[in-house]
């Protein structure tokens, strides 16, 4: 199994965070689910083998082969079908908007086919060049080339920019109110611009980075108690509730009664964590 990630290109750093890259020939029908929880950032990914299937309600649903993950607010469990090869460009908060016209709050929690978003001729012309190529990063600079065509730099939202950035450097713990008396405009205002550019609310967005914070500060060695403190929840069935809403597990399950994976060892090193959260892999 490997994995790799790499930098886009300059004129997409602005929008992309990260390019991730994940290839296992093998497959292990009994291989554990993936269980995959709120980061606050949007996912495009490109499957050269076979597709994964996310478990819902016990049945498995195939995902589709070039795909549009949206903002999540629940966690989702997913799993290979067969041979591994995937190409995830994992966008900032804002990254998505200036690259569509669709409304970006209506890709949440979905896993949108991306013929559905950009046209199937679009999307079925960069399939059949990915599938063709044999080299990873032809297949990167093919989607890279595929993004540039559809960026529109003039709906980058500098205002919505800055407030994610605050709402993260404050483990989520900002008054909404008072940012937007300070730029005077209403809360309503400010809401409906954050929810169009990032899909989901200031404040779900705030109690998700919260939840991020809370994991990182965990894995760090911290106990449950300081970081309910520290994070800003106001009690102890506060922090377990939204625990357990964002990750399907009361704290004390997590990490607890979870055997760490070759995806889960990959992606929790510090080195591989994201720069702008601290995303944990359970």
């Known amino acids: 199994m ?21 290839e296992d020939l093998s497959f292990d029908p009994d291989y554990p689910a993936t269980r995959i929880i709120p980061t606050n950032k949007i996912d495009l990914i490109f499957y050269y083998h076979e597709p994964f299937a996310e478990n819902v309600n016990g049945a498995k649903e195939i995902i589709p082969l070039n795909v549009l993950h949206g903002q999540q607010t629940r966690p989702m469990h ?33 896993s949108v086919d991306m013929s559905l978003i950009f046209g199937s001729n679009v999307i ?9 190529s044999k080299c990873n990063l032809n297949r990167v600079n093919l989607i890279e080339e595929f993004l540039i065509k559809l960026l529109n730099e003039n709906k980058r939202d500098y205002f919505i920019t800055n407030l994610v950035n605050q709402i993260n450097n404050s483990n989520g713990n900002i008054n909404i109110s008072e940012v937007a008396r300070l730029n005077k405009m209403s809360r309503r205002n400010l809401q409906r611009r954050f929810t169009k550019t990032i899909g989901i609310t200031p404040k779900k ?17 911290y106990n449950w108690s300081d970081i309910a403190e520290f994070c800003g929840y106001y009690d102890q069935p506060h922090f377990i509730k939204e625990m357990k809403n964002f990750t399907g597990l009361t704290p004390d399950k997590i990490f607890s009664n979870i055997q760490p994976t070759r995806l889960m060892n990959y992606f929790n090193k510090p080195k591989a964590l994201s720069h702008f959260y601290n995303t944990i892999y359970l």
């Not at 994995?3 to 992309?16: A, D, G, N, T």
């Not at 067969?82 to 200036?98: A, D, N, R, V």
């Not at 079925?124 to 063709?132: A, K, Q, T």
């Not at 967005?205 to 060695?221: E, V």
């Open 2 to 22: 490997g994995y790799k990630k790499l930098l886009p290109s300059k004129i997409l750093q602005p929008y992309v965070e990260s390019i991730w890259i994940q």
């Open 78 to 110: 997913v799993s290979a079908t067969g041979k591994t090869g995937i190409i995830i460009f994992s966008f900032y908060p804002w990254g998505l908007y200036p690259f569509t016209d669709e409304p970006i709050n209506e890709f949440v929690d979905k």
């Open 124 to 132: 079925n012309e960069l399939h059949s060049r990915i599938l063709e």
């Open 205 to 221: 967005f705030a109690d998700i980075i919260r939840f991020q914070k809370a994991l990182f500060y965990k894995k760090s060695g």
